[in-house]
């Protein structure tokens, strides 16, 4: 199944200065069996092409040399290996043997007008009707990205009485120049239905710093909701890319937060891949 959600991001930063802002987006939930269905109804969406919006396979946890490994070992299958095979892959160099009737579902953004970027994916992994394993691939404006597993033990219900995965993990890598490295991470993932909801929460010294929110619902995956999207939601991609620079500006010319720049705290990016020249150089 492929599903398209109008959906809203939103960012609370709780310390030292407070500063939230809440932003439309638009996104889909793909299993990973039907992606040669995307775009199947539509001439807006699809896998190549002229299509408007696209997803490609090597948009999502590509395959690449680890820069400053530690920890447990992580793997991206072959080459030439689809996007499920990479998915296994991982999973199984972190103990997770994923069974071959398992449900992959993708939960990201689409390339739109040429251009990727998605600050987080998530893929969520059921099988035997329920959630058992998850991954959160975060990527920064830098081209970099890194990924944290959430296994069995993540498991948990939330207060819905609703399955799902919570980990927090050390940080480790740069995402913002307000935010420290030697920090943590904490993932929600919640399979989606006809409701998106999944969090990325920051603890600094064991406080939680930012809360930050990707919430939607489901709605018709056809060609004139894209086009209502593309009306309402402009230029998706360069918006969110947009967003991220102008409220770094508001933090550092209004909130005056202190600036960390990225080559200052070379050691403390670890199992990143794709590293900046600004700090492979230095290696």
């Given amino acids: 199944m492929v ?5 809203k991001v939103m960012h609370a930063r ?5 500063n939230s802002f809440t932003h439309s987006v ?12 995307i775009g199947e109804n539509t001439w807006l969406m699809g896998t190549g092409g002229r299509a ?6 090597q948009d999502f946890l590509p395959k690449d040399i680890i820069f400053q490994p ?7 299958g072959a080459d030439n290996d689809s996007l499920a095979s990479r998915v296994k892959s991982f999973c199984a160099a972190q103990g997770e043997v994923i069974p071959a009737h398992a449900q992959i579902t993708l939960v990201a953004m689409p390339r739109a007008f040429g251009k990727s970027y998605n600050p987080v994916i998530f893929f969520l992994i059921s099988w035997d009707g329920e959630l058992q394993c998850g991954i959160a691939e975060v990527n920064n404006t830098f081209g970099e990205r890194k990924a944290w597993f959430l296994g069995r033990d993540c498991k948990q219900q939330n207060s819905n009485g609703e399955a799902i995965l919570k980990l927090r993990t050390p940080k480790k890598f740069y995402v913002s120049p307000f935010s420290g490295l030697d920090t943590e991470f904490e993932f929600t993932l919640k399979s989606p239905g ?4 999944v969090g990325v929460d920051h603890f600094e010294g064991g406080q939680k710093t930012l809360i930050s929110t990707w919430t939607g619902r489901a709605v018709p995956l056809t060609d004139g909701r894209l086009g209502w999207l593309t009306i309402k939601i402009p230029f998706l991609i ?4 947009a967003l991220i620079h102008l409220h770094a500006l508001n933090l550092w010319l209004i909130k005056r937060l202190s600036f960390r720049r990225k080559a200052d705290d070379t050691d403390l990016q670890r199992n990143l891949r794709h590293p900046s020249p600004e700090i492979s150089k230095q290696k």
């Fill in 3 to 7: 599903r398209l959600y109008e959906a």
């Fill in 14 to 18: 709780l310390w030292p200065k407070k």
């Fill in 26 to 37: 638009f996104c889909c939930a793909i299993d990973l069996v039907d992606w040669d269905k």
């Fill in 52 to 57: 408007l919006y696209q997803f490609r396979d």
């Fill in 70 to 76: 530690e920890g447990q070992s992580q793997a991206f």
């Fill in 194 to 197: 006809e409701s998106l909801c």
């Fill in 238 to 241: 360069f918006k969110v890319i």
